[in-house]
């Protein structure tokens, strides 16, 4: 058998053990299809599809499912949580579906273009080859929503947007989806100004982590504004934690001892 067969078989997981009479030296490989899942990990029905593949987003913990409701019924959300939580994949996910529906004309995703710790210098080429360090997560999360060819294509369109915090100032976002990631690493002047942008039919949420800021102690204004918005009736603060944690589970053990 050639080794492109056996891989093959190893893939697909077929087996026919008439291919093996000639070469008794030549064994299957094992295929092991365990091991730890997140959708395993919170007691929910196994399910082998990755979240990228599936067309409607299922939560996999109460804080998430929570966050996917506020999106839903509210226009403007502050998803606040530790690293792990799925809070921009949610909120990016959410998005993409309310493209796809028809329900917002384009999707406009905002991040501060901060250095997490570490100077990495002057960076060659335009002002996107200089953003592109600072926007990949977000390039990421989409393409796991949508093939990489139809993100370009959205782009070129206009339907999808991903620009710097610095660059939304004087803005007034109607019928778009809007997400504002790594909200923490924003002062209390700038998430005054991103909030302000939201107009007529839109959408906003804005995620982050207010004990993973890059900026100086006390700097950050996400946890003082999401405190502010709590009593407010039309604007949902959902705080997942870390038992919505759905990476590796020692995420959650590392950001317990690590607190």
């Known amino acids: 058998m050639t080794k ?3 891989k093959r078989m190893v893939r697909e997981g077929a087996f026919d053990s008439a291919q ?3 070469d008794g030296k030549v064994r299957r490989l094992p295929v092991d299809r365990g091991g730890w899942s997140p959708v395993n990990q919170h007691g929910h029905r196994d399910d082998d599809r990755e979240q990228g593949y599936v067309k409607t987003i299922k939560p996999k913990s109460a804080g998430q499912a929570q966050l996917i409701e506020a999106i839903d019924s509210k226009n403007l959300v502050m998803a606040l949580g530790p690293a ?3 809070k921009t994949y949610l909120a990016i996910a959410k998005a993409v579906e309310a493209l796809e529906a028809g329900k917002v004309g384009r999707i ?3 991040r501060p ?3 997490a710790g570490e100077s990495i210098g002057y960076l060659p080429g335009d002002m996107e080859d200089k953003l592109a360090p600072y926007l990949r997560p977000l390039y990421d999360a989409l393409s796991d929503r949508l093939s990489m060819k139809r993100v370009r294509a959205l782009m070129a369109e206009g339907a999808i ?7 939304m100032r004087g803005r007034t976002l109607n019928n778009a989806f809007v997400v504002i990631d790594e909200a923490q690493n924003c002062t209390y002047v700038q998430l005054k100004m991103l909030l302000t942008r939201l107009g007529w039919h839109s959408t906003m949420v804005v995620t982050g982590d207010p004990h993973q800021s890059d900026l100086l102690p006390g700097v950050s204004g996400l946890a003082e504004v999401a405190d502010k918005f709590e009593p407010v009736d039309n604007i949902a603060v959902v705080r997942l934690a870390d038992r919505d944690i759905v990476r590796h589970p020692l995420v959650a053990e590392m950001l317990g001892v690590l607190t």
């Open 84 to 86: 792990g939580t799925g």
């Open 108 to 110: 406009v995703l905002s």
């Open 113 to 115: 273009a901060v250095e």
């Open 161 to 167: 947007e991903i620009a710097p915090v610095g660059y």
């Open 4 to 6: 492109r067969a056996l």
């Open 20 to 22: 093996f009479e000639d």
